[in-house]
């Protein structure tokens, strides 16, 4: 007998991850592509998810049951249609209907989620956030990203933005201008006086680990901002689990004692003890996983794993 198979696609601003997965998330097929965004816009990714999912049908036939996309931009996920996206970074995207499309192309269900709530489901699903029920996952790049689950479900908001702690005031301004890794590398080169374009934050980890005074001053200013939005966050939604995600987050073994000892000071000591502080684990995957999460979860199937 075969058993059920589903297409996953994650969609991103520089990369189209996509695999095919069994019921319970394992993962028997992994691809990736360019997304080309700014060349061939909106229609081009359309074009690039339709022939996926075609290539996954001329292999798998009638054993592929679904489609789940995770992409980038603003994302009414019961229509499944993007309601808004940067005319710079994906043009004539706005207005795509995901759901549309691959039902009437395909004949097959299809469900779609915002990216970073994608790979929020993913790490409360089987990642850094597993067995927890109310998580909040952050994403540390060059912007910073959000996402709140209670009750192993997304919060979607009144306008789809729930979660989107970019905007969020912390002492000094918004906390995308103070804690994200965009901040981190202009911060980092004013004070070497430095041209931006030869720092990255590689370096500048490298740099602290060897104990670089000037890269350590940096990620330490980096790390207050970032305590004050995390606190502002436990604050509201005293979630089980704080799972902080982007490239820089890797460094977890040098990131984890400092961000915990900067929100030992901010938090009364029964919420601190209460909220565990996990970096993500499931990395390129978060999205695929997560986006198929949001499927089993829209179409009653979680409880088959």
Wanted: with cysteine; charged share 25%.
């Amino acid at each position: 007998m075969q058993q059920d198979l589903y297409v996953l696609i994650d969609i991103g601003g520089t990369a189209i991850k996509h695999g095919v997965a069994t019921i319970d998330g394992t993962l028997l097929e992994r691809g990736e592509m360019p997304t080309e965004a700014k060349e061939k816009g909106g229609p081009g990714i359309v074009q690039k998810v339709k022939d996926i999912t075609k290539a996954a049908l001329d292999k798998h036939g009638e054993s592929i049951k679904g489609v789940s996309i995770s992409t980038a931009g603003m994302v009414d996920p019961e229509l499944g249609k993007i309601v808004y996206s940067l005319p710079d970074a994906i043009p004539d995207y706005t207005g795509t209907n995901y759901k549309e499309i691959i039902t009437k192309e395909f004949s097959l269900p299809c469900e779609v989620e915002n990216d970073v709530n994608c790979a929020a489901l993913g790490e409360m699903w089987l990642g850094a956030g597993k067995g927890c029920h109310s998580v909040f996952c952050m994403t540390i790049g060059t912007s910073i990203g959000g996402a709140m689950i209670c009750n192993g479900k997304l919060i979607s908001g009144a306008s789809n933005s729930a979660g989107e702690i970019a905007y969020m005031r912390v002492p000094g301004g918004m906390l995308h201008e103070l804690a994200s890794t965009t901040h981190l590398v202009k911060y980092y080169a004013q004070l070497r006086g430095e041209d931006i374009s030869k720092v990255n934050g590689i370096r500048i980890f490298n740099e602290a680990e060897q104990g670089d005074e000037i890269a350590i001053k940096a990620i330490d200013e980096l790390i207050e901002h970032l305590a004050d939005g995390i606190t502002n966050v436990v604050s509201v939604q005293n979630p089980q689990a704080v799972i902080l995600g982007g490239g820089i987050m890797a460094r977890d073994e040098y990131l984890r004692p400092r961000i915990e000892a900067a929100l030992k000071e901010r938090l009364r000591d029964i919420v601190f003890r209460a909220t565990r502080l996990e970096f993500a684990s499931l990395r390129n995957d978060a999205g695929m996983l997560g986006g198929f999460y949001n499927f089993k979860q829209r179409r009653g199937l979680t409880a088959l794993m």
